[in-house]
């Protein structure tokens, strides 16, 4: 995604406590900070990928764009979101602050953290191990955009667990091209299969980039890297075609993937239905017209031990997974914003293995 046009005075802010920490640099020189990663007052930030064996360098911290102070609260994370350490921390406006827990986590192995504030911010947090020679910027975890619904998963019957948001979930505008439903789910669920029902009624394509990729839907455990479930975008003309894809418990820049050769139609409402089967380790995407299916594809599906794993409390307070429509208006191309297009009836049905 593109980064917003942070301050200078407020870049350096970032840099600096770190450099003068007396410990080691990170590995970039700023955190890869985006102004979709502001997050409004009150809100809480998740961030992920501290753990190491041992800890030179662990600081989690809040930068304040705003002109009024912030007053603001770090708390340390572990395995399942168990809170090791919790600290306040004052922040100026136009300024960074930071908690350095390396001395404080001892033995513990950190997770991620969460951060909130009473005034605007973006959250930060690096880390290294003892002999690594550069500390590494934590990752946003959680949705890409505040959750629109909140949906409790029910168990439909013994071993079946479902969530739906009935009606329409979405239209994207500018100022909102992103709707999200957060899931979340009463225990951990070792699901065998996994099976998404969703409706989209494209409404035009990018005048910036016509044949770009426009998201239909994007699932995933809290971030894109490993816990991709369903990526599923349509490319319009000059490529027409649907591509999906996953990369469940992969290593970085790995995915299975497939296309489906289709140029969808504006104002026609399509079904779409995205089975992920864990158990048989395979994918099927299917596309449905008023009935009649149009294209299907099938790849593999990678989850570790042929489960995929949901948790009832991973890092996020907002979610144990979550269900995107439509890109935001400043990501990187090819991915374009769906301005006017509108998604429906989404439904996740879940069976335990």
């Known amino acids: 995604m593109k980064k917003s046009l942070v301050p200078l005075a407020l870049t350096l802010a970032l840099v600096t406590p770190l450099a003068n920490a007396g ?43 705003g002109t009024k102070a912030a007053q603001c609260q770090v708390q340390l ?17 136009g300024s960074t602050a930071q908690v350095d827990f390396a001395d404080r986590i001892g033995l513990r192995m950190a997770a991620g953290a969460r951060v909130t504030c009473d005034q605007s911010f973006y959250a930060y947090g690096a880390a290294a191990g003892v002999d690594e020679p550069k500390a590494v910027w934590a990752e946003a975890f959680g949705p890409n955009a505040p959750c ?18 009935d009606g329409p979930v979405h239209t994207a505008v500018k ?31 990018s005048t910036k980039k016509p044949s770009g990729n426009h998201n ?4 995933h455990r809290g ?29 970085p820049r790995n995915s299975t993937n497939q296309k489906m050769g289709i140029l969808l139609q504006n104002g026609t409402t399509y079904l779409l239905r995205y089975t992920y089967d864990a158990a048989n380790k395979q994918v099927k995407a299917e596309i449905y017209q008023s009935g009649n299916l149009l294209k299907t594809a099938t790849f593999t599906a990678t989850a570790h031990n042929k489960v995929l794993l949901i948790q009832a409390h991973g890092l996020s307070e907002k979610g144990s997974f979550f269900a995107e429509f439509g890109h935001l208006a400043n990501q990187e191309p090819p991915e374009m914003p769906s301005f006017g ?12 293995k």
């Open 23 to 65: 410990r080691l640099q990170p590995a970039t020189s700023e955190p890869t900070l985006s102004k979709n990663d502001l997050h409004p007052a009150k809100d809480t930030a998740t961030l992920a990928g501290l753990e190491r064996p041992d800890y030179r360098t662990l600081v989690v911290g809040a930068a304040v764009p």
């Open 77 to 93: 994370l572990g395995a399942r979101a168990v809170v090791l350490e919790t600290a306040p921390l004052k922040v100026q406006a």
């Open 148 to 165: 629109d619904f909140t949906v409790d998963a029910a168990q439909l019957e013994p071993g079946v667990w479902i969530a739906t948001k």
């Open 175 to 205: 100022g909102k091209p992103k709707g999200v439903v957060c899931v979340k789910v009463p225990q951990d669920l070792t699901v065998g299969k996994m099976t998404l029902e969703w409706e989209v009624t494209p409404a035009g394509w």
């Open 216 to 219: 239909m839907l994007f699932v």
């Open 223 to 251: 971030r894109f890297r490993s816990n991709t479930v369903s990526n599923v975008n349509a490319f319009g003309p000059g490529k027409a075609f649907i591509k999906v894809a996953q990369n469940v418990d992969l290593p």
């Open 341 to 352: 297009w509108r998604y429906s009836n989404f439904r996740a049905e879940m069976h335990v």
